[in-house]
């Protein structure tokens, strides 16, 4: 789960770490009483997506009234496809250099790790491709947790001015004691600027939670923004269903993860040719209920680029017959005129197929391999974009 | 002994009395396991699926001596379960929890590094089987597998058991079918079960099931380039996935333009590896 700039900011602030004192505005007159009473601002769009600067996003105001104007701007405007409802007015900074401070989960390693750039300001990824000499890293144990003496070889790694040294370690291992316990996958300053006045502060800031961890942290639920997503998406959060809205033509509905992206796999193989791919990724989860799979399939159903249906469930756990049931639950609650091709293998899926010939619904077929049912499905889908 | 475990194993279940862990206990005997109890604290000396239960780990090895144990409690919880196993002595802890937080995983691996005796599967895997010694510990539905040659090592569950029921429909038995779990910090990577497959008599031909995100699979194909003998196919899942968006899986997500499909398909190409398309492709490549 992504953090907005403003939430993170506040988080990092709970910890002692330096940030701008700005608040946020969903209307031009907030952003302007904002602005009343810090001088010169910065007025940015709190969207969760990067390129903010270059797509207009982030705009400087040295009056209540432009602010006012900027704000006008910025609020709803699209960035990346996503809407700005919300704009953070911060004190604009004076600053004399942009440092990067970040800590990232490294998979390998199995451990997380500090990273520190003298180029702030830019992207890690790009720095890391263009002058990697200039990234400093540093492994953190994370029982032990990050030591002193490792922010002291950062800051001298990226060569910081000595009198920041102190400055500078307080906030990396108050970011260290952040990450941990927000229990997240990401946590970065980027920049860590010091200022005209020699102070070190974070002016924008990311964070990204790691899903695994929300069941503990409820704190964050109420930071989500459900306007970031689709709608389906939201919804099939709700009903406990992992779904992401791809932009093809063929909704899919498996369970288990792996088995869910095969089957997009296969869409796509048989159907790039004629321009036709998955429309979502969805994971039914294991011992699928018929109330399940009907919300699954009106979740597959909301998005109007579907034009047909592909279910291709491996029965362990699941059953097949349990699923045909909901199956034909669903359909009689909905009545999709879309076709929709069904491949159940495992416990209890020849009952489960019976059931379905049984039905006698036209425009549900049964398809015996995943290869079968791919190719069945992408034939449907042809047939209904014509 | 095959890898990992044998028709001798004495496996206990830690969470033997929640829902999914019964059920699971139940398909286990049902499979020829040799389950010697479960652990479920505060409901000791109850049974289960005709199994004792124990207070604690300890408590359950010390009375059976069980030397496996399968961890069937919910995920924020996991973590303590898996010490209470390594603390106990257990030599192959099964975890199939899920969602198990990643911090607790980069603890309970630097744990794991100072008690090199137990071995971590999982979590978030479906766990292991072995057909000819009819023993599995996990939830792999025994009816898909059949006793052959070819090692299947797999991220992921249903798609495993899709590629051994294709395997099996085609005439091609298991030797082991391990899934190693579709989390970012495995307890037991690629290259520790390809080792185990490349040194194990009873495999003669090897089935990686990869997926984006990471880059295990492109380690273990640096690893079979140089190290292994063994013929491999393989299929990298989530090739149509875009990047910066998480697929069911923890682990699986394309982040900073590393771990997509094609790169870990190259990869293995390169090492040798025939790679599939499409997963019922895989047994005519290993013909």
Known sequence: ?386 | MAIFGSKDTKVIVQGITGREGRFQTRLMIEYGTRVVGGVRAGKGGEWVEGVPVFDTVKGAVDATGADTSIIYVPGPGAADAMYEAIDAGIRLVVCISDPVPIMDMMKVSAYLKQHPETRLIGPNCPGFLTPSDRVKVGIIPGYVATPGPVGVVSKSGTLTYEVIYALTQAGLGQSTCIGIGGDPIPGTNFIEVLEMFESDPETEKVVLIGEIGGRAEIDAAAYIKSRMTKPVAAFIAGRSAPPGTRMGHAGAIVEGGEGSAEDKMNALREAGVRVADNPEQIPSLLK
């Open chain 1, 1 to 386: 789960m992504n953090l907005h700039e403003y939430q993170t900011k506040q988080r990092f602030a709970e910890y002692g770490i330096p940030v701008p004192m700005g608040s946020t505005a969903t209307t031009p007159d907030e952003a302007a009483e904002i602005a009343r009473t810090l001088g010169t601002v910065v007025v940015k769009a709190q969207v969760l997506s990067g390129g903010r600067g270059k797509a207009g996003g982030v705009k400087l105001a040295s009056t209540p009234e432009e602010a006012r104007e900027v704000a006008n701007q910025i609020l709803g405007m699209e960035i990346k496809g996503l809407t700005v409802h919300r704009v953070l007015v911060d004190p604009a900074a004076h600053i004399e250099k942009e440092i990067y401070l970040g800590i990232v989960n490294d998979r390998s390693a199995a451990k997380p790790v500090l990273i520190a750039s003298s180029e702030g300001g830019v992207e890690i990824e790009i720095v890391a491709k263009e002058n990697p000499k200039a990234i400093v890293r540093e492994h953190i144990d994370p029982v032990l947790g990050l030591h002193h003496y490792q922010t002291m070889n950062v800051a001298s790694g990226i060569n910081l001015p000595r009198e920041h040294w102190n400055a500078f370690s307080s906030i990396a291992l108050k970011l260290w004691e952040c990450y941990l316990d927000s229990d997240a996958t990401l946590a970065e300053i980027n920049p860590l600027v010091i200022t005209a006045e020699n102070q070190l502060i974070a002016l924008d800031g990311k964070m990204v939670i790691d899903d695994n961890a929300l069941l503990r942290h409820p704190e964050f639920e109420a930071l989500r923004d459900t306007t970031a997503e689709p709608e389906a998406e939201t919804r099939a959060r709700e009903a406990g269903i992992a779904y992401v809205k791809l932009n093809g033509q063929i909704g899919c509905m498996v369970n288990g993860a792996g088995l869910a992206m095969a089957t997009m796999d296969m869409v796509k193989l048989y159907g790039e040719a004629d321009g036709i791919g998955p429309a979502n990724f969805l994971d039914i989860g294991g011992g699928a209920q018929a109330d399940r799979v009907a919300a699954a399939l009106r979740i597959i159903l909301s998005d109007p680029n579907v034009k047909a249906v592909l279910f291709n469930i491996f029965g362990g756990i699941t059953r097949g017959d349990e699923v045909a049931r909901g199956l034909l639950t669903a359909y009689n609650e909905i009545k999709p005129d879309v076709a929709m091709v069904i491949r159940l293998v495992g416990t209890n899926a020849e009952e489960g197929m019976e059931l379905i010939s049984n039905s006698g619904i036209p425009n549900l077929t049964g398809a015996s391999t995943l290869t079968e049912a791919a190719r069945m499905a992408v034939a449907a889908a042809k047939e209904g974009m014509q």
